[in-house]
């Protein structure tokens, strides 16, 4: 059987004496997706931040491709970044107010001295090329969202963790960006670890739900029994959320 492409053993980070995240285990195969739900507060997006090391695990074991990342260096961790991008709730936070389409996207392949093709990663993500010189205020929430994907996706990584991705998007932008995501795991065969407390969007994309709460995973399994059949009252509260 072959290594998954993400393996999260025990993980755990703290705040002083809160855990964020206590002891959470999960696995991401090639090309499927993983949703990790949970209530505000149930410690998720702590989680995908310490699975892309923006914050350092407290302990616990995070293998990417079978490499350990828990406990590498910034330096030796560096080459291996391009392999896994984080994809941002609010994207407007995590873009360059001054900087137009073309340079946001082209960012990661200049900082990594590599050549790519912002034309074409714009018309992957379903960005019309005019759009290239606009800056992120004069962009709709979609439009800066494709932005967004469209840089994390620069680099031809193998794994995106999404932190609640469509959350800030009204339905029908939702819908646009959740068959996105589907065309481009298809086309390129990517790994998801999709963030979200939002049970109608991860019935559509997941392979698999973790659910979490107050930093613990409390229920797991395959997509359609756990949306369907969920047994732990976490899980009830969200599946009863779904309008």
Same mark, same amino acid.
């Not at 991008?85 to 995590?94: G, I, R, T």
């Not at 029994?225 to 309008?243: G, I, K, N």
């Given at each position: 059987?072959?290594?998954? @492409?993400?393996?999260?053993?025990?993980?755990?980070?703290?705040?002083?004496?809160?855990?964020?995240?206590?002891?959470?285990?999960?696995?991401?195969?090639?090309?499927?997706?993983?949703?990790?739900?949970?209530?505000? &507060?149930?410690?998720?997006?702590?989680?995908?931040?310490?699975?892309?090391?923006?914050?350092?695990?407290?302990? &616990?074991?995070?293998? *990417?491709?079978?490499?350990?990342?828990?406990?590498?260096?910034? /330096?030796?961790?560096?080459?291996?970044?391009? /392999? *896994?991008?984080?994809?941002?709730?609010?994207?407007?936070?995590?873009?360059?107010?001054?900087?137009?389409?073309?340079?946001? =996207?082209?960012?990661?392949? /200049?900082?990594?001295?590599?050549?790519?093709?912002?034309?074409?990663?714009?018309?992957?993500?379903?960005?019309?090329?005019?759009?290239?010189?606009?800056?992120?205020?004069?962009?709709?929430?979609?439009?800066?969202?494709?932005?967004?994907?469209?840089?994390? @996706?620069?680099?031809?990584?193998?794994?995106?963790?999404?932190?609640?991705?469509?959350?800030?998007?009204?339905?029908?932008?939702?819908?646009? =960006?959740?068959?996105?995501?589907?065309?481009?795991?298809?086309?390129?065969?990517?790994?998801?670890? *999709? =963030?979200?407390?939002?049970?109608?969007?991860?019935?559509? @994309?997941?392979?698999?739900?973790?659910?979490?709460?107050?930093?613990?995973?409390?229920?797991?399994?395959?997509?359609?029994?756990?949306?369907?059949?969920?047994?732990?009252?976490?899980?009830?509260?969200?599946?009863?959320?779904?309008?």
């Amino acid at each position: 059987m072959s290594e998954p @492409l993400l393996s999260v053993r025990d993980l755990r980070k703290d705040y002083g004496r809160r855990q964020a995240v206590a002891g959470v285990s999960l696995e991401v195969g090639r090309g499927e997706t993983v949703a990790v739900v949970g209530e505000s &507060g149930s410690g998720k997006s702590t989680l995908g931040r310490c699975v892309v090391r923006l914050s350092r695990p407290t302990s &616990g074991s995070v293998r *990417f491709d079978g490499v350990e990342l828990a406990g590498l260096s910034a /330096r030796r961790l560096r080459p291996l970044r391009s /392999r *896994f991008q984080l994809v941002f709730q609010d994207p407007s936070s995590s873009l360059n107010p001054r900087w137009s389409v073309r340079r946001l =996207i082209g960012e990661p392949l /200049r900082v990594q001295g590599r050549e790519g093709d912002v034309a074409g990663l714009m018309a992957e993500v379903g960005l019309d090329a005019a759009l290239a010189g606009r800056l992120p205020h004069q962009l709709s929430g979609g439009q800066r969202q494709r932005v967004g994907i469209a840089r994390a @996706l620069a680099l031809s990584p193998e794994l995106l963790v999404l932190d609640e991705p469509v959350t800030a998007l009204d339905v029908s932008v939702q819908a646009q =960006i959740v068959n996105l995501l589907l065309r481009l795991q298809e086309e390129r065969g990517l790994g998801y670890l *999709f =963030i979200s407390h939002d049970l109608s969007v991860v019935g559509a @994309l997941a392979h698999r739900v973790v659910v979490m709460s107050e930093g613990r995973v409390v229920e797991s399994g395959p997509a359609g029994r756990v949306l369907s059949r969920p047994e732990h009252p976490c899980t009830r509260r969200l599946v009863d959320a779904v309008p």
